[in-house]
């Protein structure tokens, strides 16, 4: 019978890998809680109006990309292949925005059928932060400020630079669309396909073409920055002004634009030079008429969203895995005798209650001594714990160090925790 494999494009998280992932979310946590933020967990499946009527029908997401399918009862439901709609449509259906302000944050899978590639595959995990009820460019500025300390924990503060951009509101779009529309038709023959494609469909999403041809072609177009309205130029300018205040370095990209319909006024995105052409890391803006959008009161919104396959892929790649993510125990206690076992687990057990932030393995399934050595060396722990029925007897335990060439020492049970404390940096 033929083996069952996985998904393509989606991908199993092994144990040797989930410490990575672990470090990256906890840092992410942290952050995000010195912020005030809250967490929200939505589900993975939504009924797909949610998304047609939020990205835009005439989007590759909701063209090409979405697992979309029937239920029982006929009715259509899609897996999320983002998580901003989901969030909005929680937060409205649970009365969190009406007349409040909401600083929120979430994570887990999203879906697109898309080819898989390095950094980007069908199942990929996303952190995303939205916040609603706050209309100034201050939100716009913290949710940037915060990313960038979340760079420096990461130690990719020099690794990130950001890109900012306003699209304006959708008024100045629809006029900025149609002058765009009428100077690519000329050439519409010297378009790239995809180009072509979106020149009816999505004309704005040319701008971010990464065909040279295309890009020497848009050097001459209208440029957005020329059709946006007062209002919308007056944030984006208060918004650089409290960047510079805050110290963070930035570059107006006047062609940034982002692929949903949703985005307007302040679009950004942080970009990386060491993932090759998987650049972006996260990438975000306003979005102020999505929950007037989705049946909801007018509410202003401004998130971001971040990939965690990329995010790791890039601290990988830098070699900026922290060595303290690498998944092994500190302590392997060993049981050297039936009469040792259940004192051994015993003292395991103590160990935990005195030490909470150690990793502490107690070996099971018996075995001759070198056999659980061996088991004990493989677990990558600093330390073994020998416990046998001298050591018993004796009130003591055998403590090897199995990461250096210092000896074996006998230490008194009464005083192993404080020993242990110190060794560890506990």
């Known amino acids: 019978m033929a083996k069952i494999q996985a998904i393509r494009g989606m991908n199993d998280i092994l144990p040797e890998q989930t410490p990575v992932w672990q470090f990256v979310e906890s840092t992410v946590r942290r952050v ?10 939505m589900p993975v499946v939504e009924q797909t109006d949610l998304f047609k009527r939020s990205i835009g029908e005439v989007t590759d997401i909701v063209e090409k990309e979405m697992y979309t399918f029937e239920d029982r009862n006929g009715d259509s439901l ?27 944050w979430y994570t887990g899978p999203m879906f697109r059928h898309e080819r898989p590639q390095k950094g980007r595959y069908r199942q990929f995990h996303q952190i995303g932060v939205e916040c609603f009820g706050m209309n100034g460019p201050d939100i716009d500025a913290e949710l940037l400020v915060l990313t960038a300390r979340l760079w420096r924990e990461l130690g990719l503060g020099e690794h ?6 306003s699209i304006g509101t959708s008024a100045a779009r629809r006029e900025y669309r149609e002058a765009l529309v009428a100077y690519l038709s000329g050439y519409r ?6 180009s072509q494609r979106r020149l009816e469909s999505n004309p704005l999403r040319i701008l971010d073409s990464k065909h040279s041809a295309t890009q020497q072609l848009l050097a001459d177009a209208p440029r957005l920055e020329d059709y946006l309205d007062e209002e919308s130029v007056e944030h984006f300018r208060e918004l650089r002004a409290l960047l510079d205040a805050a110290g963070i370095d930035y570059t107006v990209n006047p062609r940034l634009v982002r692929g949903l319909d949703y985005y307007g006024k302040t679009v ?20 102020d008429g999505l929950v007037e959008q989705l049946g909801g009161k007018p509410t202003f919104a401004v998130g971001f969203a971040m990939g965690l396959e990329r995010l790791i892929l890039l601290l990988e790649t830098l070699n900026l895995v922290p060595s303290s993510a690498n998944g092994n125990v500190d302590v392997y206690v060993t049981a050297m005798g039936g009469a040792t076992v259940a004192p ?12 909470p932030e150690a990793r502490i393995m107690s070996h099971c399934g018996g075995g001759s001594f070198k056999s659980q050595m061996k088991k004990a060396d493989r677990s990558g722990a600093r330390y073994a714990l020998i416990l046998g029925e001298n050591e018993l007897a004796a009130g003591t335990v055998g403590l090897k160090p199995l990461r250096s060439d210092e000896p074996q020492q006998d230490v008194d049970q009464t005083e192993l925790a404080g020993v242990l404390k110190e060794l560890l940096g506990r």
């Open 268 to 287: 950004f995105e942080w970009i990386t030079d060491s993932l090759g052409a998987q650049g972006t890391v996260c990438a975000g803006g306003r979005y």
């Open 344 to 355: 051994a687990l015993a003292l395991g057990e103590s160990l935990r209650s005195v030490l």
């Open 160 to 165: 990130t630079r950001l890109e900012i951009n």
């Open 32 to 41: 995000l809680s010195q912020y005030g933020y809250q967490e929200i967990r």
């Open 189 to 194: 023959n010297q378009l790239d396909e995809d």
């Open 78 to 104: 899609t897996l999320r292949p983002e998580g901003t709609a989901g969030c909005v449509r929680a937060a409205e259906e649970h009365g969190l925005l009406f007349n409040q302000t909401r600083r929120l």
